[in-house]
Structures are given as structure tokens and as C-alpha cells.
């Protein structure tokens, strides 16, 4: 009996439903917010045509930012 009511203390005082963050691995997250991350990679791993030219990036930011 004390038992269970231990185990009745304990489901009250422990978190629920806990979210785990994924980081840079987040499936979870608007399609804007994609394209956001996909602009920043590019940029930061000079793999794109925007490499080394700030001016092409913050166009594309302000475009993804008023896009919907």
C-alpha cells in the first residue's frame, strides 16, 4: 500500500511529456525556418554563389522573411 502510493507521489512530481531539443538535426520546425538554416549553412561553408558577398545574403533573408 505504501508502495503505490509512493509510486502515485512520484508520477506527480515528475515531468511530463518532456520535448528533447535535436539541435541542428530539428525535424520539427516550419519551412521557413528551413530555409533559413539552408541560407546560413551555405553561407558559413562557402559552398554557394552568395559566398563571401553579405549584401546577396541579406536579400535572401529579407526575402525568406516575407515570404507567407
Keep these: 500500500m505504501l508502495r503505490t502510493q ?3 507521489l512520484s508520477k506527480f512530481f ?6 528533447t531539443s535535436l539541435g541542428r538535426w530539428e ?3 516550419s519551412d521557413k525556418h528551413k530555409e533559413m538554416k ?4 551555405n553561407a558559413d561553408h562557402c559552398g ?3 559566398c563571401g558577398k553579405p549584401v ?3 536579400k ?3 526575402y525568406i522573411k ?3
Design 48 to 50: 554557394d554563389v552568395i
Design 6 to 8: 509512493i509510486i502515485k
Design 14 to 19: 515528475m515531468p511530463k511529456n518532456t520535448v
Design 27 to 29: 525535424h520539427r520546425i
Design 38 to 41: 539552408i541560407l546560413w549553412a
Design 60 to 62: 535572401n533573408i529579407e
Design 66 to 68: 516575407k515570404k507567407d
Design 56 to 58: 546577396n545574403i541579406a
